[in-house]
């Protein structure tokens, strides 16, 4: 007996440009700001943990929704959940926040909220995934912690 999901039929949204680094971008002598792009393409092939798609085919991830302060050591990341009774919402939002914890340096904060308006219990997710306590409890659950890691893996 298989597994129903809850959103079987996703709309898949076609994957903005890949971005073309200038010289000085590769450069890692260059210290450059990091930017929204860059955060972007972070969390833009984390995969969703229900479907064989990307946050960012779903549209769960838009670059508009990310701002980043590289001055003021800060990122936010707003999502859009597929659905509004979305069960997997905290899971990805796990997911977000672990990519950046690995991948940035660690002076930055990072807030991951859900966007207004777009899952009927964003507040008591919002504060789920606000609780530091609570996201470092779920990566000491090694199933939990496995699910996280095949999601966020990168491709090669």
């Given at each position: 007996m298989g597994t129903l999901l809850e959103n079987a039929a996703p709309t898949v949204f076609s994957r903005a440009e890949e971005r073309t680094l200038s010289c000085a971008e590769e450069d890692e002598a260059v210290v450059d700001p990091?930017?929204?792009r860059e955060v972007f393409d972070?969390?833009?092939n984390i995969n969703d943990p229900e479907?064989?798609?990307?946050l960012e085919?779903?549209?769960v991830i838009?670059?508009?929704r990310i701002d980043v302060n590289d001055k003021e050591s800060y990122v936010r990341i707003q999502f859009t959940p597929t659905i509004p009774h979305c069960s997997m919402a905290s899971l990805i939002g796990l997911c977000v926040r672990v990519r950046l914890l690995r991948c940035?340096?660690?002076?930055?904060?990072?807030?991951?909220?859900?966007?207004?308006?777009?899952h009927a219990s964003r507040e008591e997710l919002n504060k789920q995934l606000a609780d530091?306590?609570?996201?470092?409890?779920?990566?000491?659950n090694?199933?939990?912690?496995?699910?996280?890691?095949?999601?966020i893996a990168i491709p090669f």
């Open positions: 990091i930017d929204r972070l969390l833009r479907h064989p798609l990307t085919e779903l549209n838009q670059e508009e940035l340096p660690s002076r930055f904060k990072i807030d991951v909220e859900i966007f207004p308006g777009t530091k306590e609570r996201v470092a409890a779920a990566l000491e090694p199933n939990l912690l496995n699910v996280v890691n095949r999601c």
